[in-house]
């Protein structure tokens, strides 16, 4: 049986984080291996708690992005519209519209969460893509 409590605080977040490492390597279909399941479920939910990973800025996701898939700016005028809408986009000179989202979300493989986040806009922080 396996004897596994909710993590509440930090100790208790580090005594698991600790038990994990000792158990990692279980045998699969043993009593080990499933305390190892369990564990690994608190410990997220206790991470997601205490220790959310914030999404990154939508401009700097889609630059890189358009590193690891070697674009260049022109290879987004199909995306975003024309090179000029592009050059402002990545500029900041100009906000993502819903249709440009929807778009960059589709064809470079961003969640729509991630390019609705609040970014910088020519100096001023947006409050949300028009």
Known sequence: MITVEVIKNEE?????????????????NTPEA????VLVTLIG???REY????????IDAIKERMRD???KDKDLVPIIGNKTSVSQILNRKR???IEMIRALSSKLGLSVELLIQPYELDGKQTLKSV
């Open 12 to 28: 208790q977040y580090i005594r698991a984080m600790k038990r994990v490492q000792d158990i990692f390597l279980a045998e699969p």
């Open 34 to 37: 499933e305390e190892l399941e």
């Open 45 to 47: 939910k206790y991470e």
């Open 51 to 58: 220790y959310p990973i914030e999404l990154p800025d939508p």
């Open 69 to 71: 898939l070697s674009l």
């Open 95 to 97: 906000a993502l519209t």
